[in-house]
């Protein structure tokens, strides 16, 4: 510790004129601040502004400079024999000069910036959102950080060795590394974990610089290439432990399980179809996104790799037999269908950008339609090829939504400024055509029916609805009605309208023509939504008038009773809508607990079983 | 406790596919001046470096006063004073800054001792260590290693760079000095004529290898240079062995190596040698003979 000291003392004294040109550049800003054309009318500025500059430039030339050296060049220079032959230990020679040129640049820092901040102290908030202490702190750490990978720089230039080849493919290798450990991290959108990742690797680097140099001056002594070798084998050695360690650590964190769920992000189920796509954070898993596909039917669950865009690309098919998945490459997305009973998934073959997903697909997942660079293709699965790709009009910037008619046929709803437009592109024809549209100024939002022949529509402000033609838009009939609450179609066609205030609201069957079978009065709440229907009963999401809470209803629609009513947990989570029913009749609801667990809910048991969670 | 100050045994040092110092083994008595000679790139500057803990072997051992060099480096050298080869002191610092930075860093330092030696080589102590002659920093660096009454001084080539004067001051003034005071001495040096007078032994490498380790008189008592006055000489190379054989004008010149008078006149008694002179030979002209005899 002594020797250290003095080694420091020394290499301080000898290096004294640093500080003088620190005291130089501490005057400077003063008198530039005193300059009419620097200054203008406030000086204070100039030599706020003056002082941080130079003081930044200063230690971060200084670290570079004196890393550099303070180390390889006594080694190249042969004089570190005038310590190795003196009664100082290795570590103390290295500490000693280590601590000199930490305590010259923290130093010559303070130098130049004291005088300014007590000058113009009050300034200092006015140019910069951060503190002077936080300033301070961020440029220095940023000045040492420099300083030691400068002297390992130095130290491997200055030896001339051949070994500095080996070094540069082990710090390629690193970095590599370091990229596939944060890639899954920053696909599970684990920001915090990514940070602290960064931190882990930032402090064992800082470790392995500053044990290695004591290490190669330990090793090496007075030979420059002997302290080449043996700080190439701490620095390397080092950073392999502690990459070990991360990738221990990141592969333990992305191989959390649905049962380590504590918390439920983001949950999507297609209408009718078994999987579902789960997001969640895990114990002790810090902000990791754990994303699965979870088959309800068998409670399996495989692990996908989806970012947060990938989330909004998932599609699933109407048959409930496949799920189509954006996932991550780099730049895009390989679009990959995962089927029900097969263990891997099927690869398309179709690369979208990775940011943007207008993406539909047909009832079976054979067919793939993708809007890209404003052109609309229509991609085949089974053979893997584009059908045909049309040029869609320029003014395509708003909403739409597609459906397959057939396999052969597209159909595609866009909402522009003034109203529903409505286009279809035959792969037979390979032509696009405008069929029809919806006048209006402002959002059109409509249900189709199964075969997607017909439609309800509700205008913009308008309560009232109408039944019209899928194709063309033209209103078949007006279902006049106020207060409409919600509406769908069921599977087998009918019209399902919940309708009136919320004391008193009733579900309106109507049949495929919009003839009026049935009026069931619930007692209702705020809002109702439509979850499914088996052929027998509908289930509606109704939230409580009292305290907004929701629960599950079922109500027979032969005998038009409710036959089911149950809760729903405060923080449950639930399940995407889709404006067409599904071909599959609901045996389930399936939703998010808000404590980690899914939950399946059968209708006609009122039974619930869980599904996955911790 | 050993009665070595130095040991050296089977000593190794390898740069790459380069042997520099091959398998050597030596050793040197307390109180004894041990001068290692040798040419340019023979070896003796790499073991050196291990001798004083710089650098480890590839294998064997070098031990002082019975500890290891390499692990035992930072408190054996409270013991022992150093010159280098090249002046390695930071350039930018004064005299009195260097001699400040080492007496803190020694247990026993006398400074009086550091200023009258300056003061005796007229070294100024304000004067800048990079401003020195080079005889002047080899002046300071001994100065320096005297401070601390060392129980063991090691001169890498301390009279390199050196002139006549400054030579002698070396050498007679204060080497000679530390021998009588029982200090062990080991220097390297090309300047056999210097070290003659109070080596106590004398080792010599070439290749890496110790080619020759021997107290100085049974070296110099063996070795003999004979002048013939007529040639062509017929020497009976079982009885005197001859390094050297050089012939000149009308006679001719050889080097023994295992001079006896006893054996000298036996062989005049029995070969037709004619008129014979034996001559003494200094160490330097020893190790030109065998150096120039090997190559």
Request: with cysteine; net charge positive; hydrophobic share 45%.
């Amino acid at each position: 510790m002594k020797s250290a000291l003095v080694i420091a003392a020394r290499e301080l004294e000898e290096k004294r004129f640093v500080a003088y040109a620190a005291v130089a550049f501490a005057i400077l800003p003063f008198i530039l601040g005193l300059i009419p054309a620097i200054g203008g009318k406030s000086p204070s500025d100039a030599i706020a502004l003056g002082s941080l500059t130079f003081a930044t430039g200063f230690a971060v030339a200084l670290a570079v400079l004196t890393g550099a050296g303070f180390v390889g060049r006594d080694l190249s220079d042969g004089r570190m024999s005038f310590y190795f032959s003196r009664p100082v230990a290795s570590a103390s020679i290295w500490f000693g000069k280590l601590t000199a040129g930490i305590l010259m640049i923290v130093g010559c820092f303070g130098v130049i910036v004291a005088p300014a901040w007590l000058a113009a102290g009050r300034y200092w908030k006015t140019f910069w959102t951060l503190t002077l202490g936080e300033m301070s702190v961020n440029v220095l750490v940023c000045a040492l950080a420099l300083f030691l990978i400068a002297h390992v720089i130095g130290t491997f230039a200055r030896s001339r060795s051949p070994l500095i080849v080996a070094d540069f493919a082990a710090a390629v290798l690193c970095g590599v590394t370091i990229r596939f450990l944060v890639l899954p991290l920053a696909a599970g959108r684990a920001s915090m974990l990514v940070t602290w990742l960064g931190i882990f690797l930032s402090a064992a680097l800082a470790v392995a610089i500053v044990g290695g140099g004591a290490w190669q001056l330990k090793r090496g002594r007075t030979d420059r290439r002997r302290n080449h070798r043996a700080l190439s084998q701490f620095l390397w050695g080092t950073m392999a432990v502690a990459l070990l360690i991360a990738a221990g650590c990141v592969a333990w964190v992305i191989s959390a399980k649905p049962s380590d769920l504590t918390t439920m992000v983001y949950a999507s189920r297609g209408a009718g179809s078994p999987f579902l796509v789960l997001t969640g954070r895990a114990r002790y898993r810090g902000d990791y996104n754990a994303t699965y596909l979870i088959d309800v039917g068998d409670n399996s669950a495989r692990t996908i790799d989806l970012d947060s865009w990938g989330l909004g690309g998932v599609r699933f098919t109407r048959d409930g037999r496949s799920v189509v998945v954006p996932r991550r490459e780099k730049d895009s997305a390989d679009l990959v269908i995962y089927k029900r009973g097969a263990s891997n998934p099927v690869e398309t073959g179709l690369t979208l950008p990775a940011t943007y997903y207008p993406i539909f697909v047909s009832d079976d997942g054979n067919r793939i339609a993708t809007i890209v660079n404003g052109n609309l293709s229509i991609y085949d699965v089974p053979q893997k090829r584009s059908l045909v790709s049309v040029r869609v009009p320029s003014d395509w910037r708003s909403f739409y939504q597609g459906y397959f008619v057939s396999p052969e046929l597209f159909r595609f709803y866009v909402q522009k400024e003034d109203g529903l437009s409505i286009y279809e592109l035959d792969t037979r024809v390979r032509g696009l055509r405008d069929t029809g549209a919806i006048a209006d100024r402002g959002f059109v939002f409509f249900m189709l029916d199964p075969t997607v022949s017909r439609m309800i529509v509700q205008r913009h402000n308008l309560e009232g609805i109408t039944l019209n033609d899928a194709r063309s838009g033209a209103v078949i009939k007006t279902i006049a009605s106020e207060n409409i609450r919600n509406f769908c179609f069921l599977r087998d066609g009918r019209m399902a309208i919940v309708e009136g205030p919320p004391s008193k609201m009733t579900l309106h069957i109507l049949s495929s023509d919009g003839a009026l079978q049935r009026d069931i009065p619930f007692d209702g709440g705020g809002r109702v939504g439509f979850v499914g229907d088996d052929g027998t009963r509908v289930v509606l999401s109704v939230a409580n008038k009292e305290s907004s809470l929701r629960r599950l209803v079922a109500i027979n629609l032969d005998r038009g009773v409710i036959e089911r009513d149950a809760s729903l947990p405060k923080d449950w989570t639930m399940i995407n809508w889709e404006n067409r029913p599904p071909i599959e009749p609901l045996r389930e609801v399936v939703y998010g607990d808000g404590a980690g667990h899914i939950v399946a809910w059968n209708p006609v048991t009122g039974a619930r079983r869980m599904v996955m969670g911790g | 406790m050993t009665d070595n100050a130095i040991r050296i045994s089977d000593l190794t040092v390898r740069y790459g596919r380069t042997i520099a110092v091959d398998r050597v083994a030596l050793s040197v008595d307390r109180g004894a001046v041990y001068a290692l000679v040798g040419r340019n790139g023979a070896g003796k500057s790499s073991l050196v470096r291990c001798l004083l803990g710089q650098q480890k072997p590839e294998s064997g051992e070098t031990m002082l006063f019975g500890e290891d060099a390499w692990s035992r480096r930072a408190a054996l050298m409270q013991r022992i004073g150093v010159v280098t080869e090249e002046a390695d002191a930071p350039p930018e610092m004064s005299v009195a800054s260097i001699a400040r930075f080492c007496s803190r860093l020694y247990d026993k330092w006398d400074q009086s001792s550091v200023e009258a030696r300056l003061k005796t080589f007229g070294v100024p102590l304000a004067s800048r260590f990079g401003s020195l002659s080079k005889g002047q920093k080899k002046q300071v660096s001994l100065a320096l290693a005297l401070a601390i009454a060392p129980d063991l001084l090691v001169l890498d080539d301390p009279t390199l760079g050196l002139d006549v004067v400054a030579r002698k001051s070396l050498f007679e003034e204060v080497i000679g000095d530390l021998a009588d005071r029982d200090t062990t001495i080991f220097i390297t040096t090309h300047d056999l004529a210097g070290v003659e007078t109070f080596a106590d032994r004398v080792g010599m490498m070439e290749n890496g290898r110790l080619v020759l380790d021997e107290e100085v008189d049974a070296l110099k008592s063996r070795f003999r240079r004979i002048r013939f006055a007529a040639q062509p000489v017929a020497i009976d190379t079982a009885v005197l062995r001859t390094t050297v054989v050089r012939s000149w004008g009308g006679g001719a010149e050889a080097i023994v190596s295992n001079y006896d008078d006893r054996a000298f006149e036996r062989m005049r008694g029995t070969s037709d040698i004619g008129a014979a002179e034996v001559e003494a030979m200094s160490l330097e002209e020893i190790f030109i003979a065998i150096a120039g005899g090997k190559s």
